[in-house]
């Protein structure tokens, strides 16, 4: 839970303090005035990138060399500070203590950011759900990033050698033993994934009965090799991978399969029932971090609420009773059904709390 926020020559703020309180926070305002910004900014002491995709300079103020974000925050045990700098790279503090990288985080702190872009999980590519998958994982379990940068590490050596095997002395002898180290590296995110699957479907199963009313729901992880024969899978994809220079099985091509009634959400439902299903895969993300640190995540709803009908609307405020939420909105009368809160309004960088 935050208990104070400051935010220093980030994005369009010079300086802006929050004390939010301990349930559901209203950032509201016009457009372009700070609130997703604010978001972002909690977002980034969850160890992780910008949610938005943005690289760090540009979170920098116009005309200053560095942004400073500041974080007091309760865990399940302690109070807890974190510090982040924002320059040429990015430094992270916790405690005073200055971490080997802002990635130690994780585990520290977590968030679960449901965004405009979220509604589109569903009807989207298979990049987007595996963003997803590799997200949610990062933060339950923070030795996961380092299995994940290192397949990919493996991956880019395989496909810079696709690209330039026939100037490799021993090009095929090199890719074997890519293959052996790919399959070994691609094998222990697999099966990460699998299990995080496993308590997903549970989870997002009985939230999206209860905003559908009855509507069956089910998620699989779809690999586009199998698990024990990948190695065997590259070889024989080889002379389509040295085709295309680029390689075409692995976690990186695996998918997050959902299904609705039995049928593919991307392909059949809805565009209510694919929200419904983004907005019960964001939920059960919530609540698995829950069952599994024993803190529940900061919730950060960003310009979702205007995007849902009334019925959703009210089963996100009925499920996050006794959470500390932030919800960001143009129009404050969005979310006025939250009886409990403190308002923000947000203007130009600076916010001017209501209630």
């Known amino acids: ?14 300086a802006l303090r929050l004390c939010p309180s301990e349930g559901i926070n209203i950032l509201w305002g016009k457009n372009a005035q700070g609130k997703t910004n604010i978001m972002e900014g909690i977002w980034l002491f969850c160890g992780c990138k910008s949610f938005r995709g943005a690289r760090d300079r540009e979170m920098i103020r116009f005309g200053k060399k560095e942004a400073e974000l500041f974080c007091a925050f309760t865990d399940e045990k302690d109070e807890r500070e974190a510090k982040i700098i924002i320059a040429d790279r990015r430094r992270a503090f916790l405690d005073g ?20 872009a979220h509604l589109t999980l569903i009807q989207n590519g298979p990049q987007e759900r595996r963003r997803f998958m590799d997200t949610a994982l990062c933060q339950l379990y923070p030795v996961y990033a380092g299995m994940l940068a290192a397949y990919y590490r493996v991956l880019r050596q395989r496909n810079s050698l696709l690209k330039n095997i026939t100037l490799q002395p021993m090009g095929q002898e090199t890719l074997d033993a890519l293959d052996a180290l790919l399959a070994q590296a691609a094998r222990r995110v697999m099966k990460a994934r699998q299990k995080y699957v496993l308590l997903l479907e549970e989870k997002a199963g009985e939230i999206y009965d209860g905003i559908s009313g009855g509507e069956s729901f089910h998620c699989r992880y779809r690999l586009s090799a199998p698990e024990d024969g990948l190695e065997e899978a590259l070889k024989k994809c080889r002379p389509t991978d040295l085709r295309r220079k680029s390689t075409g099985v692995g976690p990186h091509r695996d998918d997050l399969e959902i299904t609705i009634g039995d049928r593919s959400a991307r392909i059949f439902a809805s565009q209510g029932q694919q929200r419904s299903a983004a907005l019960a895969l964001k939920m059960a993300e919530a609540q698995i971090l829950f069952e599994q640190t024993g803190a529940y995540p900061v919730i950060l709803l960003d310009d979702v609420m205007s995007e849902l009908d009334a019925n959703r609307q009210n089963y996100i405020l009925n499920q996050i009773e006794n959470k500390q939420v932030f919800i960001t909105c143009c129009d404050p009368q969005t979310v006025r059904k939250a009886k409990e809160g ?4 947000i203007q130009n960088g600076t916010s001017i709390e209501e209630r």
């Open 342 to 345: 403190r308002f923000f309004h």
């Open 97 to 116: 203590e200055a971490l080997p990288s802002p990635m130690k985080l994780m585990g520290q702190f977590s968030a679960v950011v449901f965004s405009p």
């Open 1 to 14: 839970m935050i208990r104070s926020l400051i935010l220093r020559d980030f994005r369009n703020m010079e």
